[in-house]
């Protein structure tokens, strides 16, 4: 599932589709999928675009381990036909745009670290 590109083992791009919660605007970006983050982040002048207000702020910790502020929205996420609403950071816009755990839940989507792709999740209760 989804369309995927990478260099290395367990990290690789994927096209996401995120629309306006009233679905009236859309985007598809590449996003780098990142397990290690809680949450996904799209550059603020996309999330702009698409008409996403900021509800909130929420203190982030990098991967470089840099502390950051970030304003936090929320859109509607798409790969391969499977929709959720999800929470995202506004991003700096012109950093890479992340897929996070958060959202790749919502999708009921999981990673296959090997193949480098995105595959259906097992449930579990």
């Known amino acids: 599932m989804g369309r995927t590109a990478g260099a290395r083992m367990g990290t690789f791009n994927c096209m996401v589709r995120f629309d306006s919660l009233d679905g009236e605007r859309s985007v598809e970006i590449e996003t780098l999928v990142d397990t290690g983050a809680s949450y996904s982040i799209v550059p603020s002048a996309i999330l702009r675009q698409l008409g996403v207000e900021p509800t909130d702020r929420h203190h982030v910790t990098l991967a470089d381990g840099r502390q950051v502020t970030y304003d936090l929205g929320q859109a509607h996420a798409?790969?391969?036909?499977?929709?959720?609403?999800?929470?995202?950071?506004?991003?700096?816009?012109?950093?890479?745009?992340?897929?996070?755990?958060?959202?790749?839940?919502?999708?009921?989507?999981?990673?296959?670290?090997?193949?480098?792709?995105?595959?259906?999740s097992v449930a579990t209760a």
Do not use: S
Request: glycine share 12%.
């Open 78 to 120: 798409t790969i391969d036909g499977r929709t959720t609403p999800t929470w995202v950071f506004f991003g700096e816009d012109d950093g890479p745009p992340l897929l996070g755990a958060y959202t790749l839940e919502g999708l009921r989507l999981a990673v296959d670290p090997y193949r480098r792709k995105l595959v259906p």
